[in-house]
């Protein structure tokens, strides 16, 4: 990886592919947005609406995409590149430095019996390690975060502030856990009886597979019998609620505010937009996207690259015809309120009786 420092222009441009155009012995130091890029910054085009900043910017060089390459205002050097998002990921290890891993313990952190922490890891302050809890090398265990009993760590991982492991946990290589996030609870099953809601045993364990990432206060259960599994490379956004016995594949992204209840089967590559709720028992096939406020209801499925949207959830195009036919009716229901009251105001006047 390239440390952050000096860059020439042209050097910029073989890191990321693109085609220079301009000064390429241009010395560049920072990556910045269009208002805040100074003759040293590199900074980026991101779409149509913000040429007129992109015109007015101090910026040495930009990153553009082949639209807006023969733009003829803005900064003279440019480095064209067909996905601008590739190319700002790869960049940003050029300008922004790494944050220094940290090592060691920190005296007020508590570590149980038994519990093995790898080489080079760090346990930050308040934070608790359970017993016979195991813990991969570089792991990073932040402030007041809990690794309950039992639970595995793999290398490379990182638990935010006051993140949870229930005991059951097992981590893959390369997790995070942002702040607040709270994995492997018991899940909200109960039995109804006489004497009110008993709770259901909840067995089972819950298993975050390699380079899965959890936002901050999101909660997976633990699964009853069975584990609740995060499939590798998956990352889901704050505020997620995933019950137990859940099965998500691989490389899924969940957005903000989802709801899913147990027992789902989500497949490889699905996207789940914000506040979208998945009923118990549902499943949902490879490749799918499910649209923003979407309700998926149990047991009924998804087929595999379907998008859908609505509530319920139906392919998206119909949803979109539903929606603007609906709102095709708002005038006609004017002119039909108008239709009754004038039907019944010629109703009462031929009541009247005549003097």
Known sequence: MARPGRHTARAVAELVGGQLQGDGDLILQDLAPLHRAGPDALTFLAAPQYLAAFRATRAGA???????????????TRIVVTDLAEALSRVAELFVPSPTRPKGTDPAARIGAQAEIGPDSFIGPCA?????????????????????????VGDDCHIGPNAV????????????????????????????SRDGHR????????????????????????????????????????????????????????????????????????V?????????????????????KSV??????????????????RPHREFLRAQAALYTLAPLAEDITVMVAEHQRGAQAQRKPRG
């Open 62 to 76: 930009a990153l553009v995409t082949p639209l807006h390459a023969a733009e003829p205002e803005g900064p003279r």
């Open 128 to 152: 608790i390690i359970g017993e016979r809890a195991r813990l991969g090398a570089r792991v990073v265990v932040e402030a007041g975060a809990w690794i309950g009993h039992g639970v595995v």
């Open 165 to 192: 492991c229930y005991p059951g946990a097992r981590l893959g290589r390369r997790v995070t856990l942002k702040a607040g996030a709270v994995v492997g609870g018991a899940g909200f099953g109960y039995l109804k």
């Open 199 to 270: 709770r259901l045993p909840h067995l089972g364990g819950c298993v975050l597979e390699d380079d899965v990432e959890i936002g901050s206060a999101t909660c997976i259960d633990r699964g009853t019998f069975d584990d609740t599994v995060i499939g590798p490379g998956t990352k889901i956004d704050n505020l997620v609620q995933i019950g137990h016995n859940v099965r998500m594949g691989a490389r899924c992204l969940v957005m903000a505010t989802t709801g899913i209840a147990g027992s789902v089967q989500i497949g490889d590559d699905v």
């Open 272 to 292: 789940i937009a914000g506040g979208v709720g998945i009923a118990d028992r549902a499943v949902v096939g490879d490749g799918a996207v499910l649209s923003a």
């Open 296 to 313: 998926i209801f149990g047991p009924g499925a998804i087929a595999a690259g379907a998008l859908v949207g609505g509530y319920p959830a």
